[in-house]
């Protein structure tokens, strides 16, 4: 079956980085378009970021463009997240996703075939 396993989460002062990784199995990764969302409490998940298969194309929500970058390594079936200047507000579970349609990312949660059980970033001010 299809496992997506996040890690790299945890607590990290305001202005720090963390980076997340995301492992896949059970899917043919190199032709997966794969991406992050977050859910903050009491809030509805929302895209972060998308890499299209081959990371020519990638994507970003407007609240964290140049903060944060999205990169893969096809041969490792890994996608991740380096995530910099950290601000309270990003404090979410950080969900990895996958979906072999990239312009499902710009669409909705919905639409996405595959998630992972998500991983905690808490940024603390």
């Known amino acids: 079956q299809v496992q997506l396993v996040e890690s790299g989460g945890g607590l990290v002062q305001a202005g720090g980085s963390l980076r997340l990784s995301c492992t896949a199995s059970?899917?043919?990764?190199?032709?997966?378009?794969m991406g992050w969302f977050r859910q903050a409490p009491g809030k509805e998940r929302e895209f972060v970021a998308a890499?299209?298969?081959?990371?020519?194309?990638?994507y970003y929500a407007d609240s964290v463009m140049g903060r944060f970058t999205i990169s893969r390594d096809n041969a490792k079936s890994t996608v991740y997240l380096q995530m910099n200047s950290l601000k309270p507000e990003d404090t979410a579970v950080y969900y990895c996703?996958?979906?072999?349609?990239?312009?499902?990312?710009?669409?909705?949660?919905?639409?996405?075939?595959?998630w992972g059980k998500g991983i905690l970033v808490t940024v603390s001010s």
């Open positions: 996703a996958a979906d072999p349609d990239y312009r499902d990312y710009r669409r909705s949660p919905q639409r996405i075939s595959y």
């Open positions: 059970g899917i043919t990764f190199s032709i997966y378009a």
């Open positions: 890499s299209s298969w081959n990371g020519d194309h990638t």
